[in-house]
């Protein structure tokens, strides 16, 4: 079992930066891939961000790409998610993601997710 923590949520003005943090419980941390979700009013949750149990990969939409950056530390069982030229079109609830699959699929649309954590509200003001 494992169980996520996220925090650094907030409202922010358009352009401004945010990371977000998730820690997990666990000592398997370092084996499970992990993500970035967002859900914005009125939408489905969609996906924002993976990354390889390593390190090695990362995975974004185009929507984000260019401006989100995941990155994880695997001694202190975290899991970032930074946010740059934010726009009002990001505020949503995102949620942090946690799968033994790879973080191609966790990119996929449908991909089945282990484990979630409780979210944490982003606001972006114009």
């Known amino acids: 079992q494992v169980q996520l923590v996220e925090s650094g949520g907030g409202l922010v003005q358009a352009g401004g930066s945010l990371r977000l943090s998730c820690t997990a419980s666990?000592?398997?941390?370092?084996?499970?891939?992990m993500g970035w979700f967002r859900q914005a009013p009125g939408k489905e949750r969609g996906f924002a961000a993976s990354?390889?149990?390593?390190?090695?990969?990362?995975y974004y939409p185009d929507s984000v790409k260019g401006r989100f950056t995941i990155s994880r530390d695997n001694a202190k069982n975290t899991v970032y998610l930074q946010m740059n030229s934010l726009k009002p079109e990001d505020t949503a609830v995102y949620y942090c993601?946690?799968?033994?699959?790879?973080?191609?699929?966790?990119?996929?649309?449908?991909?089945?997710?282990?484990?979630w954590g409780q979210g944490t509200q982003v606001t972006v003001s114009s």
């Open positions: 993601a946690a799968d033994p699959s790879t973080a191609y699929r966790m990119s996929l649309p449908g991909s089945d997710i282990n484990f």
């Open positions: 990354i390889a149990w390593n390190g090695g990969r990362t």
């Open positions: 666990g000592r398997t941390f370092s084996s499970y891939t």
